[in-house]
């Protein structure tokens, strides 16, 4: 298990795969934060455009990064991420990462301690380079997606870089952030072009019907306008999770057609009070909590551990904010020290021990 960055490192240095929306957005924001960037990206065109507007340094390979972001098409980023750790001479510190919207093909062919899938939950309906946004993280949720073989000291270090950009970390296995994203982001985006698909359609007939599109349609319908070339790739990866969301979906409709077809006004009504309900009850925006709580476990220092402890805090949709492991010098055992939201402590104590472990907490002033 490894160290962060040397002490003597002075400036921080990242890399940068693939200079579309997310990877210039990326490199201007760790910019901004002092790092040195050095882009890469197979269409040299696009790669000289990310240095023209400042989202990274210079082009090249990076060979002494300490901080190494693929965000290449889900197809190649298992392939670029394997050449990277494999290169000699890059630092023993490095670590790697992907921002790919499907885990599963991606962590499976990656096992190497040093790499941690993940995934922001940001975009925009801007796309490539020319829309890259420094602050496109903040308040943003991004997915860390650990494994029996990820080690702690690169997990921690890349979720305080996370932090840094603004964003909030939280941990789940690949197999549960596929199947959750398609629910949250996939059938959505898919629903919304549907949407805007039928109603370019019907203004051929009808050329009133666009100039009536207002906030609300405009609103469900803004994401149709990101970028059409990832999905193909998506909607592969990850079919199994968009069918399933897809079929619920059209039972969901198929029961609030008969709804409006029979003239059931309750149940139309409890309904539409359901979803006002949940749509109000949606978390905000990620913000650092005021109160923050330390929990402390005693836990063999063994593969898997960290996976374990992270994962946990995940299905509960409990962030972290912080991460360390003390090793002991006398034994196999260790110290992990996580550190969440003051109000969600108990919660997460709770299904600690649950799992047979003893933990502390401890509010932090």
């Keep these: 298990m490894s160290d962060p960055l040397p002490a003597d490192h002075a400036t921080r240095r990242a890399l940068i795969v693939g200079t579309g929306l997310i990877g210039g957005s990326l490199g201007s924001g760790l910019r901004r934060r002092g790092w040195h960037v050095t882009g890469r990206d197979a269409d040299a065109d696009r790669a000289k455009r990310a240095v023209e507007v ?3 340094d210079e082009i090249g390979e990076g060979l002494d990064a300490d901080l190494v972001v693929i965000a290449t098409p889900v197809a190649a980023a298992p392939a670029v991420a394997s050449a990277i750790l494999a290169e000699p001479g890059r630092p023993d510190h490095m670590v790697v990462t992907d921002v790919s919207g499907v885990k599963v093909p991606v962590v ?10 993940g995934h922001p939950m940001a975009g925009s309906e801007q796309s490539g380079i020319d829309g890259a946004d420094p602050d496109l993280f903040v308040g943003a949720t991004w997915v860390l997606t650990p494994t029996v073989d990820t080690d702690p000291g690169a997990f ?6 996370i932090t840094e950009l ?14 959750l994203v398609a629910v949250v982001s996939h059938v959505p985006h898919l629903v919304a072009a549907t949407l805007m698909n039928a109603a370019s359609e019907g203004a051929k007939a009808d050329g009133a019907l666009l100039r009536l599109a207002a906030g609300g349609f405009r609103d469900m319908t803004r994401i149709a306008a990101g970028q059409p070339s990832i999905w193909p790739d998506i909607c592969a990866d990850n079919a199994d999770a ?23 006004s309750a149940a139309l009504l409890d309904l539409l009070q359901r979803a006002s309900t949940a749509r109000r009850e949606l978390p905000a925006s990620g913000t650092r909590p005021d109160r923050l709580a330390e929990i402390r476990v005693p836990v063999f220092d063994r593969q898997g551990v960290l996976a374990e402890f992270t994962s946990l805090a995940g299905d509960l949709g409990i962030n972290i904010y912080d991460l360390v492991i003390a090793h002991s010098a006398e034994g196999p055992r260790g110290v992990l020290t996580l550190v969440v939201g003051a109000d969600e402590a108990e919660e997460l104590r709770r299904a600690i021990e649950g799992r047979g ?4 907490v401890t509010e932090l002033s």
């Design 108 to 117: 499976d062919a990656v096992r190497h301690p040093r790499f941690i899938g």
């Design 357 to 360: 472990h003893i933990c502390t």
């Design 54 to 56: 400042g989202a990274v």
């Design 156 to 161: 921690a270090l890349l979720s305080d870089i």
């Design 166 to 179: 603004g964003a909030d970390v939280i941990a789940l296995s690949a197999a549960d952030h596929d199947r």
């Design 242 to 264: 968009i069918v399933t969301g897809l079929d619920r979906l059209l039972d969901d409709l198929a029961n609030l057609r008969d709804k409006v077809a029979a003239g059931d």
